[in-house]
Nanobody, 122 residues
Framework: QVQLVESGGGLVQPGGSLTLSCTAS????????MGWYRQAPGKQRELVAT???????GKKQADSVKGRFTLSKNNTQVFLQMNELKPEDTAVYYC????????????????WGQGTQVTVSS
């Protein structure tokens, strides 16, 4: 069974930095999309940044984080370097992946991590 495990959330002052990590474990044939979403209290879950083959750049990123957040990856891991954090970045951040598990005989499935809290406050 595939699992996504996040780490790196916490409390940080405005203007500070945090790095989130997500590791996919299990038998994985191929990863199609992998990245991060977030959900603030009372709001819908939204895309932060993700690797995807559906754009020319190979990535999609929310306008609100461009120039401040950097997405990177290493095999079955994805990282989100968050700089110049603002109070409006406060949310639960979820790792997301669309992948083919097992030995490649099945269809792509979507997986979510359990979420990690990021709080930006003085």
């Amino acid at each position: 069974q595939v699992q996504l495990v996040e780490s790196g959330g916490g409390l940080v002052q405005p203007g500070g930095s945090l790095t989130l990590s997500c590791t996919a474990s299990g038998i994985i044939f191929s990863i199609i999309d992998m990245g991060w979403y977030r959900q603030a209290p009372g709001k819908q879950r939204e895309l932060v940044a993700t690797f995807t083959p559906r754009t020319r750049e190979g990535k999609k990123q929310a306008d609100s984080v461009k120039g401040r957040f950097t997405l990177s990856k290493n095999n079955t891991q994805v990282f989100l370097q968050m700089n110049e954090l603002k109070p409006e970045d406060t949310a639960v951040y979820y790792c997301n992946a669309i992948l083919v598990s097992g030995y490649g005989l099945g269809s792509p499935e979507e997986f979510w991590g359990q979420g990690t809290q990021v709080t930006v406050s003085s």
